[in-house]
């Protein structure tokens, strides 16, 4: 995340987006979709997955601590706190809200390049 960021990728990952997902705004349905129906405190990711070949990008939701790092060969690159923590002082229980405007803040150059070095 980081100050007047958002917007869409671009690049390489982009491509790879619209490829895994069929476009941009599909990815961050689902993406988003995850988050809000993550049941209790958890993640949303996109993550690569490096068993596969070639190399996907996916969405999942983990609940607590957990993270798709766990499992060998995946690799996140994105993660969405849904921690009651990180929105309840701002947006009570509107946890759709949150995650609205947490798309305002995503850092899609550092994304991209979490990407880049996975596929080193």
Known sequence: ???SKGGEPTGDLASAISSAFGSFDKFKQQFS????????????W??????????TLEVTAT??????????????????????HAYYLQYQSKRAAYIDAWWNVVNWEEVATRYEQVRA
Do not use: R
């Open 1 to 3: 995340m980081g100050p």
């Open 33 to 44: 979709e995850a988050a809000a129906t993550q049941f209790g405190s958890g993640w949303a």
């Open 46 to 55: 996109l993550y690569v997955d490096t068993n596969k070949s070639p190399a």
């Open 63 to 84: 609940a607590n601590q957990d993270t798709p790092a766990m499992e060998a060969g995946k690799v996140p690159i994105l993660g969405l706190d849904v921690w009651e």
